[in-house]
């Protein structure tokens, strides 16, 4: 997984997020992808509800070109 220092981070725009709270950072492909596998998970985990689960599916799949 490609790595985000916190500066880099706190230098994202809000929208560079798939929720708010500025969770689940998605700035390329390779954040969107990751963000994908681990939402999956949390998910299953209990710690995501279905509506943060589908924004977070439709946000990165729009910055992975797939909506």
Known sequence: MSRLTEEERNALPDDAFAL????????DA???RDALARASAMLHEGHLNADEYET??????AV????
Not at 56 to 61: E, S
């Open 20 to 27: 708010p709270g500025r969770r689940y950072p998605i700035p």
């Open 30 to 32: 390779a954040h969107a």
């Open 56 to 61: 977070i599916v439709r946000r990165a799949r």
């Open 64 to 67: 992975l070109g797939e909506d």
